[in-house]
C-alpha cells in the first residue's frame, strides 16, 4: 500500500502563508511516471467534491494549478528528500480545508479523483481572522 505522509497545516489569518509537504514513502519521484497532487475538502463538503488544488507529472516536470490559486500557490518537488511542497501565499478564507496529497501511476493532473488511488491522511488548513 502506497503512502504519502503531510504535514504543515494550521490556521492563518488572511493574506498569511504556509507551507505543506507530502513525503510520498512508497514512490520514488526521480524514478516514477506519476501524477502527484494537493486536493482540498472544503468545510461541509464530501469525498466526492475535493478539489485538485495543484498537481506535478514527474515524467514531463510539468505543474498545474486551479484557477483559483493561480500566482499565490507554487508546487515544486524535492528529489532527495521525496517530498512535493505546496507553498500558499496570500491565503484567503475561502481557501480554507483538509488538504490531501494523492498519486498514481495512472493518473495525471487534472484527472478525475477516481484516478488516484493512493492518497493521505490529510492536513488541515485554516484561514481566519
Known amino acids: 500500500q502506497a503512502q504519502l505522509v503531510e504535514s504543515g497545516g494550521g490556521t492563518v489569518q488572511p493574506g498569511g502563508s504556509l507551507t505543506l509537504s507530502c513525503e510520498a514513502v512508497t514512490f520514488s519521484l526521480s524514478r516514477d511516471y506519476i501524477a502527484i497532487g494537493w486536493f482540498r475538502q472544503a468545510p461541509g463538503r464530501g469525498r466526492e467534491a475535493r478539489e485538485t488544488?495543484?498537481?506535478?507529472?514527474?515524467?514531463?516536470?510539468?505543474?498545474w494549478y486551479a484557477d483559483s490559486v493561480k500566482g499565490r500557490f507554487t508546487i515544486s518537488r524535492d528529489d532527495a528528500k521525496n517530498s512535493v511542497v505546496l507553498q500558499m501565499n496570500s491565503l484567503k478564507p475561502e481557501d480554507t480545508g483538509v488538504y490531501y496529497c494523492a498519486a498514481d501511476y495512472d493518473a495525471w493532473c487534472g484527472a478525475p479523483l477516481s484516478k488516484f488511488d493512493y492518497w493521505g491522511e490529510g492536513t488541515q488548513v485554516t484561514v481566519s481572522s
Open positions: 488544488v495543484s498537481c506535478i507529472n514527474t515524467s514531463e516536470n510539468s505543474s
